[in-house]
């Protein structure tokens, strides 16, 4: 019966709100209590609705002070982050946080230096957009979704840029992200200043063609929804690369131009010089 651990629960949540004053006095320590607290009461919110009926955004509200654009100064150490991080995905599968707020925090943890919190952050945006798609797509919540993605492949952080680059594929490929707006992120991409990002999109466009034929004979995803359709994708793909090297072409015809053709003068000026090349 859950009700008759309701007390000792109380007693836990007590606990982790006076580790996170510890934790905001003194940011530095490692605080594991912080951490295996916010796993447990992750798990249990599901049963203590009435107790933990907001639990997921205040854990959510913890983690996003180690995001990108957050005002904080505090740093949490690597496996603290990694344990918050946790338990946020916990509270999602349990329908206490929603995708989008999901990854809009986990999307600003791509910056970090730490490896291990970025897969993770990765992987685990990738399967909760999956989850949101398996049935039905929304296009309001994908745009969502696809708005601070579309924005780290032009910006500074090369380590955004290249997740990123590699989810909007990723979700191309599973068919779930496969239309003309998601077509012309990617086709920009290939003219990020990230050098990183642009090999990706250009890696992506050459061999599109062999990667959806493998897919398709594979299974169509985890969910087994959403099955490539050979005739469309065909197409889609003819487009992709028309778009794509058409862009290319004119970039490199504009530089050609700038570089080894002499400005424009007016026709006077072309009169004046061609007269004195004559006398």
């Known amino acids: 019966d859950p009700q008759g651990y309701l007390r000792e629960v109380k007693g836990h949540l007590d606990a982790w709100r006076a580790a996170v004053s510890a934790w905001e006095r003194e940011p530095e320590l490692p605080h594991q209590e912080l951490g ?13 609705p009435s107790l933990l009926g907001d639990f997921g955004s205040q854990l959510l509200a913890l983690l996003a002070t180690q995001a990108t654009g957050s005002n904080s100064t505090a740093t949490m150490c690597s496996d603290l982050r990694l344990a918050v ?3 946020v995905a916990i509270a999602n599968s349990r329908k206490s946080i929603s995708v989008p ?23 685990t945006c990738l399967s909760a957009m999956k989850r949101l798609n398996a049935n039905s797509v929304d296009l309001g919540i994908n745009r969502e979704l696809q708005r601070p993605l579309a924005a780290f492949l032009h910006g500074s952080d090369t380590r955004s840029g290249r997740a990123a680059i590699s989810i909007m594929i ?26 990183a990002v ?27 929804l959403h099955r490539n359709n050979a ?22 015809l504009t530089l050609f131009v700038s570089l080894y053709l002499p400005p424009s003068l007016p026709p006077s000026l072309w009169r004046a010089r061609a007269r004195g090349q004559a006398s």
Not at 101 to 123: E, I, M, S
Not at 179 to 190: E, G, K, S, T, Y
Not at 232 to 241: M, P, Q, S
């Open 170 to 195: 990723e979700m191309y490929r599973r068919g779930m992200w496969e239309d003309a707006h998601m077509v012309n992120l990617i086709a920009a991409a290939c003219f990020s200043r990230q050098s």
């Open 198 to 224: 642009r090999v990706a999109a250009l890696h992506f466009f050459l061999d599109i063609d062999d990667s959806m034929q493998h897919d398709e004979e594979e299974d169509a995803d985890d969910f087994g």
């Open 36 to 48: 295996e607290l916010s796993v447990f009461l992750g798990s249990t919110m599901g049963k203590f």
């Open 231 to 252: 005739g469309a994708a065909g197409e889609l793909v003819r487009r992709i690369k028309m778009h794509v090297f058409t862009h290319i072409l004119t970039h490199t």
């Open 85 to 87: 991080a946790k338990a």
């Open 101 to 123: 707020a999901l990854c809009g925090v986990f999307f600003g943890l791509f910056h970090l230096p730490d490896k291990k919190l970025r897969t993770y952050a990765y992987t």
